[in-house]
């Protein structure tokens, strides 16, 4: 992608391993049993490299209780939308006589890549299993369905905002990291920002301080703080908290540090996708949802939007982002649901638009924020957040768990100082190729 400009494109979808590539032998499709009459739990997981599906069978509802592992009110759908890293735990409900609807009692199962969020090569324009409910071979043996698709919408897009409703409620608080008073969030330091663009920036090269492979020139890189993010397999930053400063100064690893807040404070983030950044100038951006996933929480999903954040004065379009000042940017905005707003780990970023989420400041460590694309976490679209540093040095005593990675490292350095061990032997300095995510 970075050689050529261009994204790599897909080849097969699979449902649960089974899926067909180019014009060789067709294996027989992915198939389950129903009962009758009776309701069976799937647990739908996105583990794509670059799509986000449509999930259904033919003629079946499908009752959602679980997104991500929160348990949510139940609702009832002919489909459902999944973005990769994404889970969802759903019931379908079993027909009285599943065998008589239907011929021989089989349907389709499909996952449909979603538009305008997938790219194939050549198709497949979607993939099917086989839903049955006569377990016994009958006299002409097992036969295809012929059920028919329920029409619905393949938009790229996360389920409804409203129908993810947790079982147990949140009240999210006003953020802990934002001073309301400061007008122009992009004069505040680095670590201090709360703000994340996502784009594209030409970086690295033979005259860079910055240590990415290839380097024979500046290649186009995906970021979403200061630079493309790059870590250091042998130098983990969880052993480097004493360093924290140096760390920070070195834009690729773009730390993201937090207050030394309460186990009851809320930090609030806002990820934008723009069309154009004038603050920054340098960054451009493709217009692509991007999954953003998020280590170590369960976060609020205080607003979703595929509005622009920013103004773009050469179409006379007022960005959505000066409903959220600084000053604005709490619970009393009623643009922003604070009680009880959806939650998860995973969330789709609107092409050209943006989220607002919200984690408890309760689990200090280190956490990589990622887009789940697989290629852009690899390139750099990625930071890592530290949370409550100064708790973490007593958490790793316990139970030995500094030892542990201290241990896991000094094996790691032995195996990574032996060249044969490379991809690339004949270039030592080729090792880690990609952000480290």
């Not at 590539?21 to 799937?42: N, R, S, V």
Request: with cysteine; charged share 20%.
């Amino acid at each position: 992608m970075m050689s050529t400009g261009v994204a790599p494109e897909m080849t097969n979808i699979l449902i649960n391993g089974t899926g067909q590539f180019g014009w060789g032998p067709k294996p027989e499709k992915y198939t389950i049993w129903l009962d009758e009459g009776q309701a069976h739990m799937l647990i739908l997981v996105n583990t794509a490299v670059d799509t986000t599906f449509v999930f259904s069978v033919d003629n079946h509802t499908l009752e959602v209780i679980e997104a991500d592992f929160v348990p949510i009110k139940p609702y009832n759908t002919t489909h459902i939308k999944i973005g990769i890293g994404q889970r969802y735990h759903v019931l379908v409900h079993g027909h009285e006589n599943g065998y008589k609807t239907e011929r021989y009692g089989n349907y389709w199962m499909r996952a449909t890549p979603a538009r305008k969020c997938s790219k194939f090569a050549f198709g497949p324009d979607e993939q099917m299993g086989i839903v049955r409910y006569n377990r016994t071979m009958p006299p002409r043996g097992w036969q295809d369905p012929l059920s028919e698709p329920s029409l619905y919408d393949t938009m790229c897009a996360d389920e409804p905002y409203d129908k993810l409703v947790p079982w147990r409620p949140w009240t999210v608080g006003d953020p802990v990291n934002i001073d309301p008073k400061v007008e122009d969030p992009y004069t505040l330091p680095n670590n201090s920002q709360y703000i994340f663009n996502v784009g594209m920036i030409s970086s690295g090269g033979p005259n860079s301080s910055m240590p990415y492979i290839p380097n024979d020139k500046a290649y186009t890189r995906w970021m979403m703080h200061e630079a493309p993010f790059r870590i250091n397999f042998s130098d983990p930053t969880i052993l480097a908290l004493d360093r924290i400063n140096e760390l920070i100064d070195k834009p690729y690893l773009d730390v993201v540090t937090l207050p030394n807040a309460t186990d009851d404070q809320w930090v609030w983030m806002v990820i934008t996708a723009p069309d154009k950044i004038p603050q920054e100038g340098g960054r451009i951006f493709f217009p692509a949802a991007h999954p953003m996933h998020l280590h170590g929480h369960d976060f609020a999903l205080l607003r979703q939007s595929n509005k622009n954040w920013y103004d773009d004065l050469e179409i006379g379009h007022e960005g959505e982002g000066r409903w959220f000042t600084p000053d604005k940017l709490n619970c009393r905005n009623d643009k922003l649901k604070c009680d009880n707003p959806p939650r998860r780990d995973v969330v789709l970023l609107p092409a050209t638009g943006y989220v607002i989420i919200a984690f408890k400041a309760d689990n200090p460590g280190i956490w990589i924020l990622h887009c789940h694309i697989a290629f852009h976490a690899s390139s750099g679209l990625a930071i890592q957040i530290i949370e409550n540093k100064e708790r973490i040095p007593e958490i790793l005593g316990r139970h030995g768990g500094r030892e542990a990675i201290e241990e896991s490292c000094e094996s790691w350095r032995a195996w990574q100082s032996n060249p044969i061990n490379h991809w690339d032997w004949h270039h030592p300095d080729h090792f880690q190729d990609d952000s480290g995510v």
